[in-house]
Every structure is written in C-alpha cells, then in structure tokens.
C-alpha cells in the first residue's frame, strides 16, 4: 500500500537508529518512514497543513512517556519554514522522522508541549491536511487521502444505502500498472445501487457519505477488493489496489458547473417586525427559538411541530444551537423575525443527516424580551419547560 521504511501497517516501530540512512536539512536529519504510493501534495510555502507529532515527554502527571501533539500551521511562516526543519516538501500521509540536535530544539519546545531536551531528539510526524486535502484511515485497513472536497455550503446530498450512483475512476496496482479507467473505456462506471453488493468492498466504505463530485484516491487491502483469487490477468491474487475516483452522478443530479457553483446553505426573510429594535447580534444575547424543520421525504420535526416550548437559553458567542447552518443565519434576525434556512447535510443536526433540510425558525425571545408572536405559539404550547441542550433530530 506504499512505501515503507522501518514500518509495519503504516505504524511507526522503534528500532536503533542509523543516521546514515538519514538526509539533511539544514540542521535537522529526517528519513521517511511510510509514504502512499501516489503523492498528494507535496506540501509547500504558503500552504496550511495539519501534522501529528509524536515524541518522548513530561506528561502531566510528571513521568516521562510518549505523546502526541497536532500542529497547525502554515508552510514559510509561523512555526514551520520552508527550509530547515525536515518538513518541506511532505506528501499527504507521509511520515517522517525527525531528527533535531540540542542547540535547535528550543524552537520545537515552543509548539510541542512537554517535549524533553537532549542531544537528538526524535520526532515522529505525519502529514494529516495539506489545504483542503486530508487523509481518513480507516479500522478495516483502507487508507483514503480526499483530494478535491465539496464546500459544506455546496453539497445538497450524501450518499447512502440505496443511492444509484456513477463515477469516474483509474485503478492502478502497486507498482503504477494501470489495470482499468472508465478514460480506456470511454464511459463512467455505472449505475450501480450503493450498499448492494455492486461493487468491491474498498468502493462501498468511501462512497458512504460522499458528496457529489467529490474525488478522493483510495488505498484498498485485498480483502477490500478482489482477495487471493484476484481477477485475471490483470489483477494478481492478493493485489493491493489504488482506485482514483469521482463521484459524477447521484440519482439525477449529474456533476458539472452548474451543481458545482450552486451554494446551498442561504436564508430567506419571509416575516419582518414593522420595527425592528431588538436583533440578535453575535455577542452574549440570551437567545431562544422556535423551529419547524422539514426532510427530503417530507417528514418534519421541531418545537412548532410538537407544539413544545421554544429552544434556549443560547448564545451566538457560546455554543449555538449546535447546529452550525442555523447558526450562520440568526445574526441581524430582529425579534419576532421568520427564516427559512437551508440547512445542508454537513452543516446539520448532531449525528447527521444526508439530505437538505428546510427549517422555519422564528426568533420569539431575547435577553428577557417576549415577541408578541410567542403568545400565540403559547397558547398551542403544552406547558412543558423550555429545551436545553443540543437540538436533535
């Protein structure tokens, strides 16, 4: 699945170092550890990158021990440089060891809490984020590094089970023999129904909750894809298998400029107070709601379907309502204001959702202050206490 130096599944393993084995940069040694097959990235000046750091140090309770740091920063500035520190140049889900001499380690005690002194420290560092791309390893073994993400604000739908989908893809064994594309063949794959057996096994675990248009490269162990047996000549028995693949049809919606450029997440004023002298502002106000949400089937749920009392006490400045695409909207919304809110699958409820979901919210108090449009939803009320908490599906 990559390649790989002092290494067993991609984990680190401690041994006797040989810094012969090692390259220089400016000061600083480093080797690389494990690396995928295909580079994504690298990583360059100017560019924001997430890092794992792994290394000996004083934990908390005043022992010695291994620990783990993640460091954002940005290539060239900041806590990373272009040159010198051992990190230039790494690739998405590259790791590398570092190796920092005593008269230069000071700066990397400045970012790594807890990090001990001595002649050579070591570190362990694995590149998570470059840009908007990230890796996602999974439990089975299947490592997917996500190349070109849809904005939450822009995707309207996951997949799920049921789904019929298309895709574009270039499969390629491990030493970069391109086995099968749908460019060879002149077509996509598809249709095929997600979560049906359609398709290998890699393909179902990172199609789940992919967003259309979205292309990712994917890692795939033998026992995600076509095993020991294989498929004839052109993938051998106990093949590891890489798979780079887009998603351009989900049900009806075909991918292209139009679904690309569409942003989702938006509100719409349908109700205003003639005046307008109390708003909800993105401070400390003590804010409380009513909502009424409606699904892709139609279903609905919210404090103005159940007729229970409004949600609240939140703040803007504090946690929210949990729900960050509502959140986005109550700025500016007078009291007594009604909302429509398009509320996209990734910036919804606690536990998730695939689809858009349509949400009325009305703003009925603030700081204290009733909106006279609270008496008539109290009337309809069943008495009970407000809600607290997160709001839930």
Known sequence: AGENENSKNGEVVDNEEDLSEYSADGEVLYKTLWKLKDCAGPAQDGDDVTMIMKYEGLMANGTHGQMEHTLTAKIGKESIRSAGDGLYRM????????????????KYREILPGLLPGDNTVIDV???????????KSVSGLVMAMLEPVQDEFCSRTVIVGDTLYVEYEGTLEDGTVFDSSARRGM???????????????????LEGRCLGERWRMTVPPHLAYGDDGVGEDIPGGATLTFDVRLIK???????????????LGYEVIEKPAVCDEFAGAG??????????TREDKSKFGSLVTQTPPYGPFS??????????????LPGMCLGERRVVVVPPRMGWVGGHHDSIMVEVVLVKMNGKEADILKKYQKSSRGRRGESGKIEL
């Not at 679904?259 to 989702?264: D, F, G, S, W």
């Not at 400390?284 to 949400?293: F, P, Q, S």
């Open 91 to 106: 690739c998405l889900g590259e790791q590398r060891r570092l190796v920092i001499p005593q008269h230069v380690s000071h």
């Open 126 to 136: 694995e590149m998570i984020i470059i840009k908007k791309m990230s890796l996602h």
């Open 188 to 206: 996509p794959f598809g249709p095929f129904v997600h979560g049906h057996k359609q398709i290998i096994d890699g393909y179902t675990e990172t």
């Open 250 to 264: 989900l049900n009806d919606d075909i991918w292209g400029d139009e679904i690309r450029n569409k942003k989702v």
């Open 284 to 293: 400390d106000d003590e804010l409380y709601i009513h909502y009424e949400a």
């Open 316 to 329: 803007l400045s504090g946690k929210g309502t949990f729900v960050p695409a509502l959140d986005y909207a």
